[in-house]
């Protein structure tokens, strides 16, 4: 089995910046894609950010210039920076790995996610 632990979150006024981290553990043989999801209330859950292992990276158009999504994988980390907070992007953050399991077996796996408040 593996976990992702997501940490970073809180409360800011629009404008400023946060970076969320999200660790793995486990009996991790490889991590493949990852990427950051969030979920605003009366909304549905939104892509935000990927990056392949090979350091392939994707946005939302509503996160363009703004976020910058980055892993290192000698830590088993993923890391979300995000600068220019606006109050819509208030939402919980997700993590999502997909893993490769020591045992041979390839999941997703998702963290319990980190609140992001972003309001003056």
């Known amino acids: 089995q593996a976990q992702l632990v997501e940490s970073g979150g809180g409360l800011v006024q629009p404008g400023e910046s946060l970076k969320l981290s999200c660790v793995a553990s486990?009996?991790?043989?490889?991590?493949?894609?990852v990427g950051w999801y969030r979920h605003a209330p009366g909304k549905q859950r939104e892509l935000v950010a990927t990056?392949?292992?090979?350091?392939?990276?994707n946005y939302a158009d509503s996160v363009k210039g703004r976020f910058t999504i980055s892993r290192d994988n000698t830590k088993n980390t993923l890391y979300l920076q995000m600068n220019s907070l606006k109050p819509e992007d208030t939402a919980v953050y997700y993590c999502?790995?997909?893993?490769?399991?020591?045992?041979?077996?390839?999941?997703?796996?998702w963290g319990q996610g980190t609140q992001v408040t972003v309001s003056s």
């Open positions: 999502k790995a997909g893993i490769l399991l020591a045992i041979g077996n390839t999941n997703d796996y």
């Open positions: 486990g009996n991790i043989f490889r991590i493949y894609t």
């Open positions: 990056v392949t292992s090979g350091g392939s990276t």
